[in-house]
């Protein structure tokens, strides 16, 4: 936001080409690394007398969670190239939306899309839509407070808090089928 001194919680272009470039070419060495880990969890079950389905959806679920996860956490908490040491706060929701670029918001959208999508099929606690809505709005407001208490020069917005929540909520919807069971099987 231009005008009183904050600079939107987002990348620069900048940072695209250095800083931000490095998680992105990790993660994509990473992944090999994740698949290994979901077919080595998943046979180490089989072995323990897990079903064959059983032991791949837990087993998916983990990685899927820390690998879809954690990379936008990383991204969360660098600290801004152009301001650091800075301190900011957002808290009129919609505002910083406005202005947001359209790669910020999707990456906003993303942040907690895993958390959506697998926590369900792994936590039966969490097969419940309401519930994975509180966790992902939770989890990002805990995100933008360490930002803030952290001084990464970044904003601590409500509209961060906002578009991770959605990005977990549709994810959620999206793995629906595949945890609707479970849920029906907690309320009987």
């Keep these: 936001m231009t005008g009183r001194g904050v600079i939107i919680n987002g990348p620069s272009p900048q940072d695209w080409l250095t800083t931000y ?19 080595g969890l998943t046979r180490w079950r089989r072995h323990r007398g897990h ?55 999707v990456g906003n959208l993303l942040v907690l899309a895993a ?7 792994r936590f039966g606690a969490l097969a419940s839509l309401p519930r994975v809505v509180a966790l992902a709005a939770l989890a990002s407001t805990l995100i933008e407070v360490t930002q803030y208490a952290l001084a990464l020069g970044r904003v601590a917005s409500i509209d961060d808090v906002l578009l991770n929540t959605a990005g977990a909520t549709v994810a959620a919807l999206l793995s629906w089928p595949a945890w609707r069971g479970r849920a029906a099987l907690r309320a009987a």
């Design 21 to 39: 470039a490095v998680v992105v070419l990790v993660t994509l060495a990473a992944f090999p690394v994740a698949l290994l880990a979901a077919s």
């Design 51 to 105: 079903s064959c389905a059983a032991a791949r959806r837990r087993s998916v679920a983990e990685v899927g969670l820390v690998y879809g996860t954690a990379p936008w956490l990383w991204l969360t908490m660098l600290p801004a190239s152009s301001t650091p040491g800075h301190r900011a706060a957002s808290l009129v929701p919609l505002r910083d939306l406005a202005t947001m670029p359209t790669y910020q918001v």
């Design 115 to 121: 958390v959506g999508l697998f926590g369900p099929l």
